[in-house]
């Protein structure tokens, strides 16, 4: 890539080294962001500026060079896009609404109220899988019976309860 000269065959190192940097470029924010030539263009023109104005001394490859070029740009694109995404979103209210909490008390109430109509089986089912947080065979090894049986009295125990919730 040198000349005779100690300067830099640009036109080859844009040759060698814009394909590679468009690929790490598609690949780290997808093909499909329009701004991906954009940035491909930003880099080399900011790699061979450097070549020019000297800052790079040559202590590694031109290839290593391109690509920390490549990486600490693709870096700071993601940032810039976090940041715009953040900036728009919605703030969440600071303290929740006293009637939402107020609705959700008595409706564990409720629930609390129509799990203990429910005829054991069905309880100790739902108590295990949801309560506990296991999982469907380990609900099954528990009760002696195939996990199968296990989904199915799930299943029902919960439209049991909202039958018994509309009530």
């Known amino acids: ?35 991906w030539e954009d940035i491909v263009n930003e ?11 000297g800052q790079f001394k040559g202590e590694s490859s031109v290839g290593t060079f391109i690509y920390t070029i490549t990486r600490r740009r693709i870096v700071d694109y993601i940032r810039r896009k976090k940041k715009i995404a953040t900036k728009y979103l919605p703030d969440s ?17 409720l629930l609390a109220k129509k799990l203990e109509e429910l005829k054991p089986k069905y309880k100790t089912i739902l108590y ?11 609900v099954a090894k528990r009760l002696g019976i195939s996990p199968r049986n296990v989904s199915e009295r799930v299943h029902y125990a919960q439209k ?8």
Do not use: C, W
């Open 93 to 109: 209210d600071p303290f929740p609404d006293p009637h939402e909490q107020i609705e959700d008390k008595e409706r564990a109430e």
């Open 1 to 35: 890539m040198k000349k005779k000269d100690n300067s830099y065959d640009l036109e080859k190192i844009t040759a060698k080294y814009r394909p590679l940097v468009t690929f790490k470029v598609k690949k780290s924010i997808g093909s499909h962001t329009p701004e």
């Open 43 to 53: 880099i080399m023109l900011n790699a061979i500026e450097k070549i020019k104005s």
């Open 128 to 138: 295990l899988y949801y309560y506990k947080d296991l999982s469907r065979k380990e």
């Open 160 to 167: 049991l309860l909202k039958k018994l919730m509309k009530k």
